[in-house]
Structures are given as structure tokens and as C-alpha cells.
């Protein structure tokens, strides 16, 4: 029974809301994707408060999983007693809703944790793991041994006495020795083991060793760790790491299960050996400590000092990495926070060079193009099926999430904006597939949002110019003469968006580049936008900042072919020689450079001491660097590749290491909205950091649709409200800052940003 349990309009419990007569909901704590979590007061225990677990089935396609994975914690939590696992106190259903009643722990996740008070000690995050291991070997000793299967810094609660308590068993399974294969390949991107995804392959207690010490990774190094699976590094991070930490984590996260410890039990002993060195005692109180030996009767009380877990060599990286990279389907999250994942090495070459990201393309395109014809035929489910899987085995191709989320838009049945797209992600402009993580984000966020508002949803029309000269004209041609295309956004770079110009305005149908940055650009005509700034801010900021560290003399190099190139060039040199630098070399290479050997010769034979690389593409950018890694000439580069992009570091840290780079975008300068933004960009996609290109393009998209939403699907009018952004109205306040898409404003900051040891540094704020 249950009284004033929910209005129309919201789903949520009300405050006093009574379930079962005896629970009477005080607090709400937090959402997911599968219902809430609230606190509760015990009306038949007073003064006694739990948490109320909610589970509610929006998607009829996933209800028996997500109902399956409810019923599994609520019954592994019933026979379990253990100091770190919460106590279960009833399961109840109404309506279409299930309940699981269960202990309220008061404090933080250990991601939270982290995140608020950074790296902890290396003790403390030793006896973390020591109570993490405790409890897995608990688990892992039941009469049908039980394997977690998604331990994480998000399923992990530290509560007010500073002990863990492990949540969420939506994952969980028994352990059978003689069976194959697990029943479902899940888990969490970077935390799961490389057997947990495998179809022929079988969790076991290894598995959730591998799960602790990428947990205990994240807690060391304050990053996620990467999911390519033998890649592992803690001292790059923490170059003070104790050397038997070090080797104890790698150990657990050998990609080879044999490689690693065969139980919690032996990980229990060194895990101890460690906390017994004089560094780290006082951590745990001997009570504690005695607590541990009497569980483990085999573990010796007194080790040999000095002993450190055996670990060989990381294997090298996989040939290709598993199609297995998906995040966990539809799980029901007692912390309520999504996972925090990094790519760390997102799109590291393959064995024959080719991007991880465009081979999962290649992967995909069929599945994509049967997905398509199932929404033509009106066969939604099977559609949106085919779709999740591909979202959940792939989660860093945002070309599927788009379709998934176009998917989802037309089952609705609701009333629909759609808006072309013209990209480059194959080809050599194929970086043009970075704008779809921006789109595919901002669509995901306003139709959320718009569903709720019942407002019209948005789909998204995708167009592949595959770098073609040719297939971007027929493209923009094809849509131009659409009567039912209101506004298209794309293409990818400043010289793609002046060639399709001319048809643009003689249709006159309105085209918002996210990110042409060239000056030109907004002169080709009254219905060519950019959401960009002009580069020179960003490249006078690179110039101004060399000068000042001593350069006097520069090389300047740019794609001879590439509008944007020669125009970062010359602002460059402009910019160089107005503080009274010198122009050793200015010269233009072919557009498939490869070996720059002769360029950095000529370079250093006219004695400049900096280079400036207009270039905006990675390729070349890396390339140049290697080829001067080959000499012993060390002069500052400069370029003006995205910045944040791990792909930079493909070759090795080494080669990029002193690049100099420059940006309008920064997630931490940005304000929260800036933060959360790049939150849910990790968790979405498991990659680093989003760079200008996905935050412009998620600008460009939400931008687009208020414009829509002011002026309704007319050309002209759209035309004319972009037109008057900052000038009649307004200018747009974006994630990316504050813009206009008419005209140059220049009122976002420029950054200047260092390469240093894999990572990027901000060296200078211009605002």
C-alpha cells in the first residue's frame, strides 16, 4: 500500500509519500537512469532512516534485464552479512515499480571522495584496498562463490567512519566452474577485465582483482585507468609511487588472468606486508589488523620485510582492441552517478596503422545501415535493439548514439526537428567526426529535456563527405534544394564551408559551421555562420608568449593547400614581427607531408630557434615533431592541432613533448557548466577531455534549435535571428563561452597550453 505515491506530471515519490505503510519517504537523494534513490524514515522503528531504492521500467525492450538485475542484488544482498555490505531490509513492488529497501550509508562515493579531497595518502588507499579485498574474498568464498563483476570508484561508499561499503550487485553472478561463458558481457569501460567482455570467456575471483586495483589505479593517480588492456603506467602520475604499490596494482592488472593474483586471499597477504612497513603504519588499528589474520588463518603475521608482489612486464598492447569496450546496459545505480571513464590512449594506431575509431566505423556500418532499414520499415524495436548494442559495445563512436538517438525520437511518435549534418569522419579530414560527439551529446541533453516539455524532438540527418570535394558539392546541392531543410550545420572546416557557400545563398538556405575559424568565412555570404572565433587571437597569444620566453627568430611552415593553414601562418608571422622577432623561414609543404626532415633542416640552417606550424590536423603535427626527434636540434614548436586530443600522443609522449598549443576552450576555466559538460563526456564516451570542436559543435546544435524554436522552420527568418545574435540581440552564452555566428566578437579568453609528459598543461590565460 502506498499513499500520495506520485502526481502525473512528476514521477518522483513526494516527500511523505508512506510505502507499505511503514516507510515514509523524507529526502530525495538522487536519479538514474532506472529510477531514484530517497531516504526514508522506519515508521515502525523510530528514528531509524534507509534508503529506498526505486526502480521504474520506461523502455518496455529492457524491462525483463533491468527487472532481472534489480531482483539479482535484492536477493545476493539477503543472504550476505559482511561490515562492508549494506544491510537489505525489504523488496516490495507497486505498480509498475519495484522497491528495495535497504541501509542508508551517510558519505560519499569513493569518486566523489577523490574528486573533493584529492589523492589521498598512499596508506589510506592501501587500507581501502585492503577492506575491498576482504569483502571480495568473502564474496568470493561462499558456498557458490559470488563475482561483483562491476567494482568501481562509483560503487563504493566511504562512509562517516571512513571504512567502504560496496554497492550495486546489479552485476553479480555466481561463480560455475564448469560452465563457459558468463550469461551477458558487461561491466564498466577501464574497470572490467578483458575476459568480462569476451563472448566465450567466463568471469571469475581474478576478475574482480583486476576490478580493485583499476579502482585502487584511480585512487593513486586521481585518473581512470585506460581500458586498453596491458597499457598501465601509475609513475608517469605519481613519479613518488612506492616501487611495491606499484608493482602490486600491475600485477592485479595483467590483461592475462593467470598472470594476476589467483584469489583475494593471496592479494589479503601482500596487501599486508606492505601496510606493516613503517610508512605506512598507524593506518590501521591493531584490533583491525587482528580482525584481518583471524579471517585468513593462512596469512603469516610477521613477513619478511622488504618483500614486494612479483610482476612481469606489461604485455604490450593489444593487436586490436576487443569489440568489447561497452559500458553496462541499463543499470540501476544506487550512487546514481554514471562511471567515470577515461580513453586514455583513444584511437591508438592498429597494427597496420589505421584508427581505432575508423576501423569500429568500418565495424559498424552494416549493422548501422540494417538499423536504418528497420526504422524505414516501421520496425522500431528491432531498430533500437541493434542500436543499444552498438552504443553499448562501441560507446566511443558518437555516430551510433545519434542513430540510437534519432531511433528513439521516431518511436516516440512525437513531433520532430530535423536537422542535416555534414561532417568529414573518414578521409583526411576525418578529425570531422570529433563534431559529432558535440552533436550527439546535445541532442541526447535536449531531448531529454524537450520529451519532458513535450516539445518537438530533435533528429539529426548525418552526411559523410569523406573528405570528397566532389561528395560535399552533391551533398550540399542535394539538401539546398530540400524544401523541407530549414538550416544545415557543417561542414567540418573553414575551406569546406566557403566551397559550399555559393549554394547556400543562392538557395537561401542558412549553414552554421561550429568551427570555421577562418576570417573569410563570414564574408562568403548573409547565410554562412560560424560559431567559431577568428584563430588570430589564440595564434597572436603563441606568438606574443614565445617572444617572451626568448625566441627571436621563427620558422613558419603551413599547408600550402589549406586556407586555414596559410591564414594561421601569416597571422602568426604578423603577429611575430610585431614584437620585433625575426622570420627565418616562411614556406609552404605538400598536403600529405610525410618526412619533414628537409623543412627542419632549412630551419635550423637559418638559425630560428622556434617553429610555428600552421596546422590544424594531428597527422602532420605529429609527423613533424617525430622527424625532428631525429635530430638533436631542439627548438620550441608551436602548432594549432585541438588540444586535449589523446590521439596526439599515438606515437609516444616523448614526440610531442614541448608542443606549444593554443585554444579558446578549457573545461575547468569554463565555469560548471563547463565541468559538467566534460563529466558527461567522459562518461558518455569514455575519452579525456572534449576539445573546442565537440563544445563548439554543442553549441551550434543547442544554438540552432533555439533559433527554431524562436523563429519556427522558416529560412528567412532563421537567417535573420542568427544574423542579429549579438548585435540586436544578444550574444549567445554557450558552454564554449560567449559567441555570434555573424560576426567576430572575441570576448572568449585564449589559452596557451603546454605538452608536458602526456599530458596538457596550461602555461597562460589571455583574456
Given at each position: 500500500?502506498?499513499?500520495?505515491?506520485?502526481?502525473?506530471?512528476?514521477?518522483?515519490?513526494?516527500?511523505?509519500?508512506?510505502?507499505?505503510?511503514?516507510?515514509?519517504?523524507?529526502?530525495?537523494?538522487?536519479?538514474?537512469?532506472?529510477?531514484?534513490?530517497?531516504?526514508?524514515?522506519?515508521?515502525?522503528?523510530?528514528?531509524?532512516?534507509?534508503?529506498?531504492?526505486?526502480?521504474?521500467?520506461?523502455?518496455?525492450?529492457?524491462?525483463?534485464?533491468?527487472?532481472?538485475?534489480?531482483?539479482?542484488?535484492?536477493?545476493?544482498?539477503?543472504?550476505?552479512?559482511?561490515?562492508?555490505?549494506?544491510?537489505?531490509?525489504?523488496?516490495?513492488?507497486?505498480?509498475?515499480?519495484?522497491?528495495?529497501?535497504?541501509?542508508?550509508?551517510?558519505?560519499?562515493?569513493?569518486?566523489?571522495?577523490?574528486?573533493?579531497?584529492?589523492?589521498?595518502?598512499?596508506?589510506?588507499?592501501?587500507?581501502?584496498?585492503?577492506?575491498?579485498?576482504?569483502?571480495?574474498?568473502?564474496?568470493?568464498?561462499?558456498?557458490?562463490?559470488i563475482i561483483f563483476r562491476d567494482l568501481k570508484p562509483e560503487n563504493i561508499m566511504i562512509n562517516e567512519e571512513g571504512h567502504i561499503k560496496v554497492i550495486d550487485f546489479g552485476l553479480a553472478r555466481h561463480f560455475e566452474p564448469g560452465k563457459r561463458r558468463d550469461t551477458q558481457a558487461s561491466g564498466t569501460v577501464g574497470y572490467a577485465p578483458p575476459e568480462q567482455w569476451e563472448d566465450s570467456g567466463q568471469s571469475d575471483p581474478r576478475s574482480d582483482i583486476y576490478s580493485l586495483a583499476a579502482t585502487l589505479f584511480f585512487v593513486l593517480t586521481g585518473r581512470p585507468p585506460s581500458p586498453i588492456y596491458g597499457s598501465h603506467r601509475i609513475r608517469p602520475y605519481r613519479p613518488d609511487i612506492d616501487p611495491g604499490i606499484e608493482a602490486l596494482v600491475l600485477k592485479c592488472l595483467q590483461p592475462d588472468p593467470a598472470q594476476r593474483y589467483s584469489s583475494a586471499a593471496e592479494l589479503i597477504k601482500d596487501l599486508l606486508i606492505l601496510l606493516s612497513e613503517d610508512k605506512h603504519q598507524g593506518v590501521l588499528h591493531n584490533s583491525e589488523l587482528t580482525s584481518v589474520k583471524e579471517e585468513l588463518p593462512s596469512v603469516r603475521t610477521t613477513p619478511p620485510k622488504g618483500r614486494v608482489p612479483s610482476?612481469?612486464?606489461?604485455?604490450?598492447?593489444?593487436?586490436?582492441?576487443?569489440?568489447?569496450?561497452?559500458?553496462?546496459?541499463?543499470?540501476?545505480?544506487?550512487?546514481?552517478?554514471?562511471?567515470?571513464?577515461?580513453?586514455?590512449?583513444?584511437?591508438?594506431?592498429?597494427?597496420?596503422?589505421?584508427?581505432?575509431?575508423?576501423?569500429?566505423?568500418?565495424?559498424?556500418?552494416?549493422?548501422?545501415?540494417?538499423?536504418?532499414?528497420?526504422?524505414?520499415?516501421?520496425?522500431?524495436?528491432?531498430?533500437?535493439?541493434?542500436?543499444?548494442?552498438l552504443v553499448t559495445k562501441y560507446p566511443q563512436d558518437p555516430e551510433a548514439l545519434i542513430l540510437k538517438n534519432n531511433a528513439y525520437a521516431v518511436f516516440s511518435g512525437s513531433e520532430r526537428y530535423q536537422i542535416p549534418v555534414i561532417s568529414s569522419w573518414h578521409g583526411s579530414e576525418r578529425e570531422g567526426l570529433q563534431l559529432l560527439y558535440g552533436y550527439a551529446m546535445a541532442q541526447s541533453n535536449l531531448n531529454r529535456e524537450r520529451l519532458n516539455n513535450k516539445q518537438p524532438l530533435i533528429e539529426l540527418k548525418l552526411f559523410d563527405d569523406r573528405s570528397d570535394t566532389e561528395k560535399l558539392l552533391s551533398i550540399a546541392k542535394e539538401l539546398t534544394?530540400?524544401?523541407?531543410?530549414?538550416?544545415?550545420?557543417?561542414?567540418?572546416?573553414?575551406?569546406?564551408?566557403?566551397?559550399?557557400?555559393?549554394?547556400?545563398?543562392?538557395?537561401?538556405?542558412?549553414?552554421?559551421?561550429?568551427?570555421?575559424?577562418?576570417?573569410?568565412?563570414?564574408?562568403?555570404?548573409?547565410?554562412?555562420?560560424?560559431?567559431?572565433?577568428?584563430?588570430?587571437?589564440?595564434?597572436?597569444?603563441?606568438?606574443?608568449?614565445?617572444?617572451?620566453?626568448?625566441?627571436?627568430?621563427?620558422?613558419?611552415?603551413?599547408?600550402?593547400?589549406?586556407?586555414?593553414?596559410?591564414?594561421?601562418?601569416?597571422?602568426?608571422?604578423?603577429?611575430?614581427?610585431?614584437?620585433?622577432?625575426?622570420?627565418?623561414?616562411?614556406?609552404?609543404?605538400p598536403v600529405n607531408q610525410v618526412d619533414f626532415s628537409e623543412q627542419i633542416k632549412d630551419a635550423r640552417s637559418k638559425g630560428a630557434d622556434c617553429v610555428f606550424l600552421g596546422e590544424y590536423r594531428l597527422l602532420p603535427v605529429i609527423n613533424f615533431c617525430e622527424s625532428l626527434r631525429a635530430t638533436d636540434w631542439r627548438p620550441k614548436v608551436a602548432a594549432q592541432t585541438a588540444v586535449f586530443s589523446e590521439n596526439l600522443f599515438r606515437r609516444g609522449n616523448e614526440v610531442v613533448d614541448g608542443l606549444l598549443l593554443s585554444t579558446y576552450y578549457v573545461p575547468e576555466e569554463g565555469g560548471q557548466n563547463s565541468r559538467d559538460l566534460s563529466k558527461e563526456f567522459r562518461q558518455t564516451f569514455g575519452l579525456n577531455k572534449p576539445t573546442h570542436r565537440e563544445v563548439t559543435a554543442y553549441d551550434a546544435l543547442t544554438l540552432a534549435v533555439k533559433a527554431i524554436d524562436t523563429v519556427g522552420l522558416d529560412r528567412e527568418k532563421i537567417q535573420q535571428y542568427l544574423t542579429d545574435i549579438g548585435d540586436k540581440l544578444p550574444a549567445y552564452e554557450g558552454i564554449s563561452g560567449k559567441f555570434a555566428v555573424a560576426r567576430t566578437l572575441g570576448e572568449r579568453a585564449a589559452y596557451i597550453i603546454e605538452v608536458q609528459g602526456g599530458q596538457y598543461k596550461l602555461v597562460e590565460i589571455v583574456p
Open positions: 500500500k502506498a499513499s500520495r505515491v506520485t502526481n502525473a506530471a512528476s514521477p518522483r515519490l513526494e516527500l511523505g509519500t508512506t510505502m507499505q505503510e511503514r516507510y515514509r519517504v523524507v529526502r530525495f537523494i538522487g536519479r538514474g537512469g532506472m529510477g531514484a534513490v530517497y531516504l526514508c524514515e522506519d515508521l515502525r522503528l523510530p528514528g531509524k532512516k534507509w534508503a529506498l531504492k526505486e526502480m521504474i521500467l520506461h523502455d518496455p525492450g529492457v524491462a525483463e534485464q533491468v527487472r532481472d538485475s534489480f531482483t539479482r542484488e535484492a536477493q545476493f544482498l539477503a543472504g550476505l552479512r559482511h561490515r562492508s555490505l549494506p544491510t537489505i531490509v525489504d523488496v516490495f513492488s507497486h505498480s509498475d515499480r519495484q522497491y528495495l529497501v535497504m541501509e542508508f550509508i551517510e558519505g560519499q562515493t569513493l569518486a566523489q571522495r577523490v574528486e573533493s579531497e584529492g589523492i589521498p595518502s598512499d596508506s589510506l588507499a592501501l587500507s581501502w584496498a585492503l577492506e575491498l579485498a576482504q569483502v571480495l574474498d568473502y564474496l568470493h568464498r561462499q558456498d557458490r562463490p610482476m612481469k612486464p606489461p604485455l604490450s598492447f593489444p593487436r586490436k582492441l576487443p569489440s568489447l569496450l561497452g559500458t553496462s546496459l541499463v543499470l540501476f545505480l544506487v550512487g546514481l552517478l554514471l562511471p567515470f571513464v577515461n580513453w586514455e590512449r583513444t584511437s591508438t594506431t592498429s597494427s597496420n596503422g589505421e584508427d581505432q575509431i575508423t576501423m569500429i566505423l568500418s565495424q559498424t556500418a552494416t549493422q548501422k545501415a540494417e538499423a536504418q532499414a528497420f526504422l524505414e520499415q516501421g520496425k522500431f524495436e528491432e531498430a533500437i535493439a541493434l542500436l543499444d548494442s534544394l530540400d524544401d523541407s531543410v530549414k538550416l544545415i550545420l557543417g561542414p567540418y572546416n573553414s575551406q569546406q564551408t566557403r566551397l559550399i557557400a555559393p549554394i547556400a545563398n543562392s538557395q537561401g538556405v542558412p549553414v552554421l559551421a561550429p568551427i570555421a575559424s577562418d576570417p573569410q568565412v563570414l564574408s562568403t555570404g548573409r547565410y554562412i555562420f560560424s560559431a567559431a572565433d577568428t584563430d588570430a587571437k589564440k595564434i597572436t597569444a603563441q606568438a606574443n608568449y614565445l617572444y617572451d620566453k626568448g625566441a627571436r627568430k621563427v620558422a613558419i611552415f603551413m599547408d600550402g593547400s589549406s586556407i586555414v593553414s596559410r591564414s594561421s601562418g601569416e597571422a602568426f608571422l604578423e603577429a611575430f614581427q610585431e614584437r620585433g622577432g625575426l622570420i627565418a623561414v616562411a614556406e609552404e609543404y
